[in-house]
């Protein structure tokens, strides 16, 4: 039975590694050094207190879903909150960008919770699959 989570957990663990590359990749970058989130610079996850929680939420929350192979209904529902929690980090970037988008270069840090997004949505496309496979095999027993 833990042949059949692999991929899953595979799957999991990149929007873990992704989610924890936000803390080193900006959103965006200022020409020149400005007053309030482009104070470095840089606008990323160090500028604002509910980016970095809602990051290591979403890292927490892989982690967690991988752990979670018995009881893939719970890996499912976790998947699925860890979608919501990507897409408020998203929204949230989305609403802090659009307030200083006159002086700012989008960067590659912005891509980023887009492909979380995907691995999530792989992970638990697998899941639901492994899910199906097991009650079909329970049924023929």
């Known amino acids: 039975m833990g042949q059949i989570q692999r991929i899953q957990s595979v799957y ?22 400005q007053e ?9 996850i160090h500028d604002h207190i509910a980016l970095i929680v809602l990051c290591v939420l979403i890292i927490i929350l892989s982690l967690v879903a991988i752990f979670l192979f018995n ?26 960008f659009y307030t200083v988008k006159e002086i700012a270069m989008i960067s590659g840090g912005i891509l980023v919770p887009f492909v979380v997004i995907i691995f999530l949505f792989l992970a638990n496309k697998n899941i639901m699959k492994d899910d199906k496979l097991v009650r079909d095999s329970n049924r023929l027993r």
């Open 36 to 44: 309030g989130i482009f104070f470095d610079g840089l606008f990323n």
């Open 71 to 96: 009881n893939r209904k719970l890996q499912m529902q976790i998947g699925k909150l860890n979608i919501v929690v990507t897409l408020g980090l998203l929204l949230f970037v989305g609403y802090l």
């Open 12 to 33: 999991l663990l990149l929007a873990s590694f992704l989610g924890g590359s936000l803390f080193t990749i900006p959103f965006a970058i200022a020409p020149q050094e």
